[in-house]
T-cell receptor, first 111, second 114 residues
Framework: AQRVTQPEKLLSVFKGAPVELKCNYSYSGSPELFWYVQYSRQRLQLLLRHISRESIKGFTADLNKGETSFHLKKPFAQEEDSAMYYCALKGFCTNAGKSTFGDGTTLTVKP | DGGITQSPKYLFRKEGQNVTLSCEQNLNHDAMYWYRQDPGQGLRLIYYSQIVNDFQKGDIAEGYSVSREKKESFPLTVTSAQKNPTAFYLC?????????????FGDGTRLSIL
C-alpha cells in the first residue's frame, strides 16, 4: 500500500529562519512525489514536483530513496510562505494514476 | 478562463437522500479525481478516472458512485449508504494519469447533513 506521512501538523518559524517540512513515504516502486500548497482563501495548487528538480519560491525538495523522504526546504522563510502544505505521492507503475496525500502541515511564519 | 468548476459551494442533505456533486473542467485533461477532506486530515481519494468511460475506486469508495460519460465532467454521487457524508469534497484533474502529471484542483463543495 502506498502511504505518505507528514509528522508535523503545525510548524512555526520566524521570518528569515530556515524551514523544513518533513515528508516520508511508503511505496513499492519508484514514486512520483509532489508538494502542494494552499494559501489562505486560495485553491490547492502545485508547488513543486520531484521530476522537475526545480526551485519554486525559494523552496526545494530532494527525493531520498534510502530514507524514503521528500522533505521541503527553504533557507529563509518569508511571511507570505504561511500556508498549508501537502506532500503527495502518485503511483507510476504499481497503482498507476492513484494518488495519496499526507495529512498536511500548517506553516506559520512570524514577523 | 480555464479551470475546474465545482458546484454547488455548499450543499445540504437530509438523511437517506442521495446527492450529486458536480465537477466540470475545460482544461482538456484526461484524468479526473474526487477527494474527501475531514478536519485535521489530508485528502483521501474516493474515485479517479484516467479516461472517459473508465474509473477506479480509490481508498474510500464505499457509499459513493461516479460516472465519466464526458471528458469534461466527473460527477460524484454521495449515496444514502455513506454513513458519515459530512465533509469537504475536492475535485481535481490532470493532463493524464501518468505519475509525473500534477493535479489541478477546484474550490471544493462542503456537504452537510441536516
Amino acid at each position: 500500500a502506498q502511504r505518505v506521512t507528514q509528522p508535523e501538523k503545525l510548524l512555526s518559524v520566524f521570518k528569515g529562519a530556515p524551514v523544513e517540512l518533513k515528508c516520508n513515504y511508503s511505496y513499492s516502486g519508484s514514486p512520483e512525489l509532489f508538494w502542494y500548497v494552499q494559501y489562505s482563501r486560495q485553491r490547492l495548487q502545485l508547488l513543486l514536483r520531484h521530476i522537475s528538480r526545480e526551485s519554486i519560491k525559494g523552496f526545494t525538495a530532494d527525493l531520498n530513496k534510502g530514507e524514503t523522504s521528500f522533505h521541503l526546504k527553504k533557507p529563509f522563510a518569508q511571511e507570505e510562505d504561511s500556508a498549508m502544505y501537502y506532500c503527495a505521492l502518485k503511483g507510476f507503475c504499481t497503482n498507476a494514476g492513484k494518488s495519496t496525500f499526507g495529512d498536511g502541515t500548517t506553516l506559520t511564519v512570524k514577523p | 478562463d480555464g479551470g475546474i468548476t465545482q458546484s454547488p459551494k455548499y450543499l445540504f442533505r437530509k438523511e437517506g437522500q442521495n446527492v450529486t456533486l458536480s465537477c466540470e473542467q475545460n482544461l482538456n485533461h484526461d484524468a479526473m479525481y474526487w477527494y474527501r477532506q475531514d478536519p485535521g486530515q489530508g485528502l483521501r481519494l474516493i474515485y479517479y478516472s484516467q479516461i472517459v468511460n473508465d474509473f477506479q475506486k480509490g481508498d474510500i469508495a464505499e457509499g459513493y458512485s461516479v460516472s465519466r460519460e464526458k471528458k469534461e465532467s466527473f460527477p460524484l454521487t454521495v449515496t444514502s449508504a455513506q454513513k458519515n457524508p459530512t465533509a469537504f469534497y475536492l475535485c481535481a484533474s490532470s493532463i493524464g494519469a501518468g505519475g509525473f502529471q500534477p493535479q489541478h484542483f477546484g474550490d471544493g463543495t462542503r456537504l452537510s447533513i441536516l
